[in-house]
């Protein structure tokens, strides 16, 4: 999947330096391509969620039969007589714990995967973008390399600040909520 994102971009450039030199047959050879690639993606987007879902189910599956084992266990039935009024629908609490907990996992595990791919490969992309510009320092052309990624990585910091002190104070609303 990010491979296909910077496939789009890749691909949205061509049409856009098709357009700016006025050549109607690579422009329309660029939109062919741009189309091909996005079916792609939708493609390979919609075999992703099939795949999680179906591993989602599948750890789902392997780790209530366990905490079901141990609920049925001999030591689960001491515990219960030991304390009759703790234990209120067991069985409903840990499906939907286990719901929550795999969810939960699956898709901050995933959403790291994807972040690093997404970060190592728009990086190269920006680094390769940029490699030669020259930036006009009291009329002098300085070379940075990869320019436009340290303008990213800066944008990136001062977001994050920003996100942070103005979503911190929601944290404790969210944990009483």
């Known amino acids: 999947a990010v491979y296909g994102n910077v496939l789009i971009a890749m691909t949205q450039r061509h049409v856009g330096d098709a357009v700016q030199d006025k050549q109607m047959s690579e422009f329309f050879a660029a939109m062919a391509r741009f189309f091909g690639v996005v079916l ?7 075999y992703r ?3 999680r879902q179906w591993l989602e189910m599948h750890w789902r599956r392997s780790v209530t039969a366990y905490y079901l084992g141990r609920w049925i266990g001999p030591q689960a039935y ?4 030991r ?18 907990y795999v969810a939960s996992s ?22 390769n973008l940029s490699a030669d510009w020259p930036l ?11 320019l436009m990624l340290w303008i990213a990585v800066i944008y990136s910091f001062v977001a994050m600040g920003l996100t942070h002190l103005v979503g911190r104070p929601l944290v404790p609303i969210n944990f009483n909520r």
């Open 49 to 51: 969620l099939y795949v």
């Open 106 to 127: 699956l898709g901050l595990s995933l959403s790291l995967l994807a972040a690093v791919a997404t970060l190592c490969s728009f990086a190269g992309l920006l680094w």
């Open 78 to 81: 001491c515990q219960q007589e």
């Open 40 to 46: 792609a993606f939708v493609l390979v987007s919609t």
């Open 136 to 146: 006009h320092l009291r009329g002098k052309p300085v070379r940075i390399p990869g």
């Open 83 to 100: 304390h009759p009024d703790e234990a209120d629908n067991p069985d409903q609490r840990i499906a939907e714990d286990i719901r929550s």
